[in-house]
Structures are given as structure tokens and as C-alpha cells.
């Protein structure tokens, strides 16, 4: 059966079947990559992806239910061409990334809260983290990278902090 969704912004065709994990569909079919399909339980984090800007367990995410609807992945994110974006930025500045399993899903996660709450606190970045597990770090060069990349947004074009 074809669906249509569009994810990183173009339209696409989809022949999985309705019940098929988003994450599969984003790494097999479509060959994205980024979102790591790990525990299969939505207890990693692994493989968040923004639905319709909201963050969600794509393993856990049949893709018939985001027919219609727009998906993000980490692909979406900076580019070589237009740079990295605030938040990757920042994650390199902090020196936050060990492993990478869990980071494609941290900054799905991330992204989603800094774009409803540029302005996010400590507390609501980590309560945004709570479905992501890292085994590497101890989060604090995470959240410190998230704040920085929060007084980021914040400062007007040009502005130094």
C-alpha cells in the first residue's frame, strides 16, 4: 500500500506496509541513516525523529500513522552547505558526542525543544533528555551545549553573547 509523507521536506511515496516501525522505513527504504534503530522499545531514544515537530520513538511508530504528516531526522539539520545548525554547534564547542549511537536521537529531542522553547531551562532540557539514554557521558556537556545553543537562539543576528 503507498503513503504519502514528506520527511527532511520533500514528498515522498512510501510501499511499506502500514504497520512497519517509521525507523525502518527511514533507514531501509529511504536510507536515512541517522535514526538508530536499537532497543525497539522506545526506551533508548535512539531513534527520535520530529513528527509534525514533536519528538517521537520512530521504532515504535507505525509508519501509517504519520501518513500525511511531516517527519524530521537528523539529516535535516545543518548541512555542509549551510553549516551546522546552533544546536550541532554547540554540541562540538562542548566537546558533547562520544560514541554517536544515542546522538542522532539527543538532538531530535533537542531540536524540538529549543524550537517550541528557544529560551529552554536547565530543567526543561532535562526532562526533554529523559527519553534518550547516552551510556558514554554523564549529560552535563550535553546540557551545557543545550544551554549555549539556547542563549544562541536568543542573541539578535550579529549580537555577541
Known amino acids: 500500500m503507498a503513503m504519502q509523507i514528506t520527511v527532511n521536506g520533500e514528498a515522498r511515496t512510501i510501499a511499506a506496509a502500514p504497520m512497519t516501525p517509521l525507523v525502518e522505513v527511514l533507514r531501509e527504504e529511504l536510507f536515512l541513516t541517522g535514526a538508530k534503530q536499537a532497543c525497539s522499545e522506545g526506551f ?9 515537530d514533536q519528538p517521537v520513538a520512530a521504532c515504535l511508530l507505525p509508519v501509517g500513522l504519520v ?12 548541512t555542509a552547505g549551510d553549516g551546522l545548525s546552533p544546536l550541532q554547534a554547540a554540541m562540538l564547542e562542548h ?4 560514541c554517536g549511537m544515542c546522538f542522532p536521537g539527543i538532538l531530535m529531542a533537542l531540536t524540538g525543544l529549543l524550537e517550541r522553547r528557544p529560551n529552554a531551562s536547565e530543567a526543561e532540557i532535562r526532562s526533554a533528555l529523559a527519553g534518550n539514554i547516552c551510556r558514554c557521558t554523564g549529560y552535563e ?16 543576528e550579529g549580537a555577541t553573547p
Do not use: H, K, M, Y
Open 141 to 156: 556537556r550535553i546540557i551545557e551545549a543545550a544551554l549555549a545553543a539556547s542563549a544562541a537562539l536568543r542573541q539578535p
Open 95 to 98: 566537546d558533547a558526542v562520544q
Open 44 to 52: 533508548c531514544g535512539a531513534c527520535t525523529v520530529l513528527v509534525d
Open 67 to 78: 501518513e500525511g504528516r511531516a517527519v524530521r531526522t537528523v539529516e535535516s539539520l545543518g
